[in-house]
Every structure is written in C-alpha cells, then in structure tokens.
C-alpha cells in the first residue's frame, strides 16, 4: 500500500455516510401534519386561499398558508390551528 491514510480516510467517509443515511432515514419516518397561521411572510409550503404555490404567503401567520410539522406539534403553538382560517 503506497499511502498508508488511505484505508483510514476511506473507514471514515464511509461511516460518516452511513450517518448521515440513518439520520435521513429516520426524518422520512417522522409523521408530519400541515398547521395553519404560523408560517413566515413568503415561507409556507404549499397553497393558500389566493394561490397555489409554495413560498406565496403574503405575511406573517396568514390563517390560510401552512407548513408541514411533526404531528402533535400544532396544537402545541399559539395561533396555530390544524384547519385553515378566513
């Protein structure tokens, strides 16, 4: 073996790769629900009552724009509701 840090250096790349699948993996398990009236001015995920799109919201905690979050966690936020407002 011309470089002895080469089997060393090919250990770590790939324990630090199976990290970071298992922690990938484990956020794709992770049940999600939308929550409605906390999302940022331009930073919801998905539709509103005046547009289909995400990153619409026209400002802070518009009742009809949403964001996904872990389930249970919504009813937890002031101001957050699991139906849309008017």
């Given at each position: 073996?011309?470089?002895?840090?080469?089997?060393?250096?090919?250990?770590?790349?790939?324990?630090?790769?199976?990290?970071?699948?298992?922690?990938?993996?484990?956020?794709?398990?992770?049940?999600?629900?939308?929550?409605?009236?906390?999302?940022?001015?331009?930073?919801?995920?998905?539709?509103?009552?005046?547009?289909?799109?995400?990153?619409?919201?026209?400002?802070?905690?518009?009742?009809?724009?949403?964001i996904?979050?872990?389930?249970?966690?919504?009813?937890?936020?002031?101001?957050?509701?699991?139906?849309?407002?008017?």
């Amino acid at each position: 073996m011309k470089n002895p840090n080469t089997l060393l250096t090919t250990a770590i790349t790939g324990l630090l790769t199976l990290g970071t699948f298992a922690a990938a993996t484990a956020a794709e398990k992770t049940p999600l629900e939308k929550c409605y009236g906390i999302s940022k001015a331009g930073k919801n995920d998905c539709q509103t009552s005046s547009s289909a799109c995400a990153g619409t919201a026209k400002k802070d905690g518009q009742k009809d724009a949403w964001i996904f979050i872990p389930k249970g966690s919504c009813e937890k936020i002031v101001g957050a509701s699991l139906k849309p407002g008017k």
